[in-house]
């Protein structure tokens, strides 16, 4: 991952994870996928504290069906 993505090299990753990265947040923040447990987590830019990394979801699965409800809920309420 740090190849291609060397804002890693900014930050200590632990080595349990497995990260592979599936997309950006709108702030330069890496989208990852924890391809050990599935989890998505935030690679945060500019993170000022000693873990970058933030629970998204359990699993892709999961955000999908958040991403598809959000945009549900918004149309319906439009």
């Known amino acids: 991952m740090n190849e291609r993505y060397p804002v890693t090299d900014e930050y200590e990753i632990p080595d349990d ?3 592979f990265p599936i997309g950006f947040f709108g702030e330069d923040s890496i989208a990852i996928l924890d391809r050990k447990s599935g989890k998505i987590l935030m690679l945060m830019h500019d993170c000022g504290e000693d873990n970058p ?6 699993n892709l ?5 958040s ?3 959000s945009i549900i809920e918004f149309m319906e309420n439009e």
């Open 67 to 69: 991403h598809a409800n």
């Open 61 to 65: 699965m999961e955000l999908m069906k």
């Open 53 to 58: 990394l933030k629970d998204v979801s359990e």
């Open 17 to 19: 994870l497995d990260p």
